[in-house]
Every structure is written in structure tokens, then in C-alpha cells.
């Protein structure tokens, strides 16, 4: 059974510049959240979604907005990059019974930002 | 709010000897406590996790962690480490009051194993 899957691995933007990073959960998992793993830093938390609903959120910008789609794969869009939005962008997803089992995280995305 | 210190940034312990990383953790009610374990590029891999019972939790890879309600402490211990243990450790409490499901991250204890 695949895992948690995230596209692209990496890329480079610049500032200025629009990103959208994509996110596919394990089969049969309807939450997705996304963090945020900046160098030398544990994972900050950004969005999640259950159901294609937003059910919550962290102290990030406006910038950051997130989608979840009817098969339950996400999307999440930053817009106007900074330099400090560089970073591994963590994706992961819970299965029903939510927190309790933890979360599978994907490899994630690494963006730099230039 | 809830937040997580992990007090050790870098460990360097010897193969074969023991292994105890710490977690500190804030939270206002009985908190879902998790370790995870992420190698250099990589997601994180969950190693173990707490929610109620048997303060002492088994996890994967020979992993246990003991819950301590009256120190607020959640340290993640390895009776012999191994070189393949070499990674960053991250400890994580889990939000279920707002129902949002996020979890809050330490900043992490990098592990290096001597030969």
C-alpha cells in the first residue's frame, strides 16, 4: 500500500513567485494536514483538512491557503514567496480514528526560495 | 498554548550503550504525546505514542518512553543503540481541544552514534 505521497520532491522559486505543492494520503485516510520544517527546526503546523473542510489552522499568513479534493489529495498554495518561506513542507495524514494513531507523514517538499 | 522542549539539541553516545533523549512538554489537560524520528531528507516516522493507561509505552525499533504526569516529561529511552539509530528525534503533544488534530513539535535532538 503507497504512503503518503508528495509532489515535487524539490524546487526553486523566486521571490515574488506563486507555489503549489501536492499532497496524495494513504488509501482510506480522509485528513490531511501540512507542516512546515524550517532547517534546524521541528515541523509547524499550517493547515488540516478532514473531509474537504478546513479544521484548522496555524499562525501563518494569508499567503498560505490549501484545498482538499474530493478523493481527499491536497493541495497547498503559497503566494508572493519570501526567503523565510524556504523549507521542507511536510504533508501527512491520519486515518479515521484521527490523532489517536498518530500521523504518516510524507518525504516532502523542499523549496527554496531565491 | 501547548509547546514542547526537547532540551538536548545534539547527543553522541557509543553503539552498543544506552540511550535516553527528553521531552518536556506544556498543555493544559491529558495530552496525546507522540515520538517521531526523521532521517536526513525524509518524513517523519512515528516511533510511539501516549494517550492514557500504562505510563511506560513500547514502540518499533526497540523504543519506549515513559509518561510522567508530576514532571510534565515524556523521554524517549533505548536500552543499546544501534548506527542506524543516527537521526533527529522530534517530541510532539497533540491538540484535541480545538478538534483541529495538529500536533505541536519539539525542535528536535540530533543523535549521532560512534562506532
Known amino acids: 500500500d503507497a504512503g503518503v505521497t508528495q509532489s515535487p520532491t524539490h524546487l526553486i522559486k523566486t521571490r515574488g513567485q506563486q507555489v503549489t505543492l501536492r499532497c496524495s494520503p494513504i488509501s482510506g485516510h480522509k485528513s490531511v494536514s501540512w507542516y512546515q520544517q524550517v532547517l534546524g527546526q521541528g515541523p509547524q503546523f499550517i493547515f488540516q483538512y478532514y473531509e474537504k473542510e478546513e479544521r484548522g489552522r496555524g499562525n501563518f499568513p494569508d499567503r498560505f491557503s490549501a484545498r482538499q479534493f474530493p478523493n481527499y489529495s491536497s493541495e497547498l498554495n503559497v503566494n508572493a514567496l519570501l526567503l523565510g518561506d524556504s523549507a521542507l513542507y511536510l504533508c501527512?495524514?491520519?486515518?479515521?480514528?484521527?490523532?489517536?494513531?498518530?500521523?504518516?507523514f510524507g518525504s516532502g517538499t523542499r523549496l527554496t526560495v531565491v | 498554548a501547548q509547546s514542547v522542549t526537547q532540551p538536548d539539541i545534539h547527543i553522541t553516545v557509543s553503539e552498543g550503550a544506552s540511550l535516553e533523549l527528553r521531552c518536556n512538554y506544556s498543555y493544559g489537560a491529558t495530552p496525546y504525546l507522540f515520538w517521531y524520528v526523521q532521517s536526513p531528507g525524509q518524513g517523519l516516522q512515528l516511533l510511539l505514542k501516549y494517550f492514557s493507561g500504562d505510563t511506560l509505552v513500547q514502540g518499533i525499533k526497540g523504543f519506549e518512553a515513559e509518561f510522567k504526569r508530576s514532571q510534565s516529561s515524556f523521554n524517549l529511552r533505548k536500552p543499546s543503540v544501534h548506527w542506524s539509530d543516527a537521526a533527529e528525534y522530534f517530541c510532539a503533544v497533540g491538540d484535541l481541544n480545538t478538534n483541529a488534530g495538529k500536533s505541536t513539535f519539539g525542535d528536535g535532538t540530533t543523535l549521532t552514534v560512534k562506532p
Open positions: 501527512a495524514s491520519s486515518s479515521p480514528t484521527g490523532l489517536r494513531d498518530g500521523y504518516t
